[in-house]
């Protein structure tokens, strides 16, 4: 009856660490999700530069013809 109690306890102590375990994982997830998205504003960022930077330079040819 006492093995069986402390294995009762310790199975507990093991869902437990394993709902833990889930949760972190959600986090990490939602995480990672964040970061992604995170990218794609900065890819996009990026993008908005180079299409800047392409316009501004026919511009800056003229500014060096002129």
Do not use: K, Q, T
């Amino acid at each position: 009856m006492i093995g069986r109690a402390l294995f009762m306890i310790s199975w507990r102590m093991y869902m437990l660490g394993c709902a833990d375990y889930m949760i972190g994982w959600r986090e990490n997830m939602l995480g990672r999700a964040d970061y992604m998205i995170g990218w794609r504003m900065y890819m996009l960022g990026r993008a908005d530069y180079m299409l800047g930077w392409r316009v501004n330079m026919p511009g800056r040819a003229d500014y060096m013809i002129g």
